[in-house]
């Protein structure tokens, strides 16, 4: 009788008799005493399992953090093509007659801002480029940004965008013509593809030609992005030396640039008279100076995050990132200012994007046919 009551006493500590599932167990020996152990309810993880855990954490970390930049650049830039577009080709008075023209004005606040924000990024750290240098490349780099905004006086903002990312195109040309560079083959074919694209999409259907018009659109707004982006092969150019002779840092040549260009803006800006007759157009329509500051914020944020993309996940993943971000821009042109494509320049833009893709993917691998002679 009495080791039945020690028994079930037993089974009132521990739960189950003869078992320990907790961190202290109770189990009785031979002659009826009951004996109190203190156990582990699982066995301790190996050094092994711990380190799986932790990877598990890091993968974790980096999913969360590449979600947080490439967010980032998909909502910077869709918000600044969004004010892009409103400030360029918005219609201003009662009889919407009245239309944004001050280019330099607009490109002056998106340079100054990004240059107080390259100030900041670029902190104590400093490098061996000559000052004339970045003078020189500033000069480019203004031309390129100018061209393409004032081409938006003429031309729909989806076919600015289009145009703006072909870039590989005038890198290519400047590069085998100024750097005596060779690419590999499969470089041309993308590039090809880019130049088939933008074809199919500035092509005019027989309507139009009938019209008297030519079968490709060709007029000052394209112009002015055929400009752009000569300018932006002569920026690459110059950049490219910079980084050859030079120790050069990507905060301290974003800042230089902006800066040179904000001194660019506002001597033209004094000088041509822009600076009153703006003043005077945002005294009428001051809703302006939010879409303004809205570009230039978004725009300086932007490249935050393009910067920390690149320097945690490297150049192949920021470059997939914003040949995305740029078709998503023209689907929010699209969507939002009801600026409707084609089959035929949807079936343009879907090439141009795919040459753009397999470019940046197979610019970043190492080719020797990719050196320079």
């Not at 000559?130 to 031309?143: D, I, R």
């Amino acid at each position: 009788l009495e080791r039945v009551l020690r028994k079930r006493e037993l089974q009132s500590l521990s739960g189950l008799s003869g078992c320990c599932g907790s961190a202290v167990c109770s189990r009785m020996d031979e002659n009826g005493r009951i004996i109190v152990e203190h156990g582990h309810e699982h066995p301790p993880r190996s050094d092994r399992e711990h380190e799986h855990i932790g990877a598990l954490h890091v993968d974790w970390r980096q999913a969360v953090n590449l979600i947080f930049c490439a967010g980032g650049i998909l909502v910077c830039y869709l918000w600044f093509g969004i004010a892009q577009e409103s400030i360029t080709k918005g219609k201003y008075g009662p009889d919407g007659k009245d239309r944004f023209t001050f280019t330099q004005a607009l490109v002056f606040v998106q340079c100054a801002v990004n240059t107080g924000f390259a100030y900041a990024l670029r902190g104590k750290t400093r490098d061996n480029v000559p000052v004339k240098m970045y003078a020189f490349v500033a000069m480019s780099y203004l031309l390129a940004m100018m061209a393409s905004n004032h081409a938006l006086q003429y031309i729909p903002y989806p076919t600015q965008v289009l145009a703006k990312s072909c870039k590989p195109i005038p890198i290519l040309i400047f590069g085998v013509l100024f750097a005596a560079k060779k690419y590999h083959w499969k470089k041309y074919v993308f590039v090809l593809m880019i130049v088939v694209g933008v074809a199919i999409f500035l092509y005019k259907d027989k309507a139009g030609a009938s019209r008297g018009r030519s079968i490709f659109s060709f007029g000052l707004g394209e112009f002015f992005l055929l400009f752009s982006l000569a300018m932006d092969g002569t920026t690459g150019a110059i950049q490219d030396t910079i980084r050859h002779h030079y120790k050069a840092n990507a905060h301290s040549m974003m800042y230089h640039m902006n800066l040179f260009s904000t001194i660019y803006l506002l001597f033209g800006l004094m000088t041509s008279g822009e600076l009153a007759k703006f003043s005077y157009f945002v005294n009428i329509y001051p809703s302006v100076i939010t879409n303004m500051l809205l570009l230039a914020v978004t725009s300086a944020l932007g490249q935050y995050f393009i910067f920390k993309t690149v320097a945690e996940f490297g150049p192949l993943t920021c470059s997939i990132v914003t040949t995305t971000r740029k078709l998503f821009t023209m689907l929010g042109s699209v969507i939002l200012f009801g600026n409707a494509l084609s089959q035929r320049q949807m079936l343009g833009t879907v090439i141009v994007f795919t040459g753009l893709l397999l470019d940046a993917v197979e610019s970043k691998k190492k080719r020797p046919a990719a050196k320079s002679s």
